[in-house]
């Protein structure tokens, strides 16, 4: 006869505190799991789940596994969390969010308020704003993407989508940006919509309002709101291919230490505006921790593929030779601790409503919705003063590049 599966006993323990595990006999849960770190309220565990990690934290109304197996390691679950099925590694998922059978979600991924996708979607190094809606059969890695107002109005991306963010070169200096973290954060922006049968080919900027149509393979830019966009087939090539020319480099550095700045804005978000929310959830504490850590993975991961690149560049203007001599100072301007003290702390008129919206139990997408338009005028000219001060920083060290000018 065999024994007792691993875990069984914190499985039983969980089920007399009020967890709801219909067969504990075949949960596998690590011996390392803290089962302080699990809700009894109203949490649901279904068969065949394995929940490992000593980070991992599984809040009230969380729901494992109604599609098939979960695996779960080290990831930070907030209230009713509905994860269906499939393999999850140090993410977060905050209140709402879902995903469906044959997720595939790995590190650096923070999926916020309702987001989530259905069956079959690979993420990684992924943030989606609320609302946010993935299809099936998605590969949508080194993305962050905002827009919509609610679950009725959300940006989307239809099925079978892929971010391509691996170049023949070996490059993943491909981050992209669907919409913008200071408008996106006010939950008042029209939605994106990326076609089904389409891609992206990394790094873009998306701006709020777009449109791409089914079966676009979009390559460039769209930072005008609003627009509809079909890409033609493209023309047939064949001709020597030089590695790693990197003709368009300074438009390449932009974007990433765009995307980093928008990152930095994110985290003081987080640190100041979100923070009293987190604070009235049962380990919400626990969850908002894992969330800068997400954002600081995220960091660490476009800081690394940025290092990368430069390894490989050809120092041969003035320009390159710049980027080459100071990218370690340059990347060092890209991080949270060199925000000048008076941007640190959010306008008053933005804090105070979300405070006392707080304090009063309001959830947090309901209180920043309801928000006045000074208040979120006032607070998405916050964040766009952190990430343009991160910009220029940046740009001062590497001046023959020229970058922002056209901005």
Not at 273 to 280: D, I, L, S, Y
Not at 323 to 338: G, N
Not at 352 to 362: I, K, R, S, V
Not at 365 to 388: C, N, S, Y
């Amino acid at each position: 006869m065999h024994g007792k599966p691993r875990g069984f006993d914190k499985a039983i323990q969980l089920i007399e505190r009020g967890v709801d595990i219909p067969n504990p006999w075949s949960l596998d849960i690590g011996d390392e799991v803290d089962i302080d770190r699990i809700s009894a309220d109203g949490v649901t565990i279904h068969p065949g789940c394995r929940i490992h990690g000593a980070g991992t934290v599984i809040s009230a109304g969380v729901v494992l596994g109604e599609e098939g197996p979960v695996t779960l390691q080290d990831c930070r679950l907030g209230p009713d969390v509905r994860l269906k099925a499939g393999y999850f590694h140090r993410a977060v998922f905050l209140q709402g969010a879902s995903m469906g059978l044959g997720a595939h979600v790995r590190e650096g991924t923070l999926l916020e308020e309702q987001s989530g996708g259905a069956h079959t979607v690979g993420l990684k190094q992924t943030i989606l704003f609320p609302y946010v809606t993935l299809g099936s059969l998605i590969n949508f890695c080194d993305v962050l993407m905002a827009g919509g107002t609610s679950r009725k109005d959300h940006s989307e991306v239809g099925s079978s989508y892929i971010h391509f963010n691996f170049t023949p070169d070996g490059n993943k200096t491909t981050a992209s940006l669907f919409g913008d973290v200071p408008r996106g954060v006010m939950l008042d922006q029209p939605p994106i919509f990326l076609g089904g049968q389409g891609g992206t080919v990394g790094p873009v900027q998306v701006g709020f309002g777009t449109v791409v149509g089914a079966g676009s393979i979009l390559r460039d830019d769209v930072r005008e709101d609003g627009l509809l966009v079909l890409t033609p087939p493209t023309d047939g090539v064949r001709r020597p291919n030089t590695p790693r020319r990197y003709k368009r480099l300074a438009p390449l550095l932009e974007k990433n230490v765009g995307y980093l700045a928008s990152l930095i804005a994110l985290e003081t978000w987080y640190r100041t505006v979100r923070r009293p929310f987190f604070a009235a959830q049962e380990l919400g504490d626990l969850v908002l921790e894992g969330a800068l850590e997400m954002l600081a993975c995220a960091r660490a991961e476009r800081t690394k593929r940025l290092a990368a690149l430069v390894a490989t560049i050809e120092p041969d203007t003035a320009g390159r030779r710049q980027l080459v001599e100071r990218h370690v100072e340059l990347l060092a301007a890209c991080t949270p601790d060199q925000v000048p003290d008076a941007l640190r702390t959010p306008p008053s008129v933005l804090l105070d409503p979300l405070a006392t919206a707080a304090a009063a139990g309001t959830a947090y997408t309901a209180a920043v919705r309801d928000l006045a338009a000074p208040a979120k005028e006032a607070g998405t000219a916050w964040l766009q003063a952190i990430i343009d001060d991160t910009g220029a920083r940046a740009a001062a060290l590497v001046p023959d590049m020229g970058l922002f000018e056209a901005d």
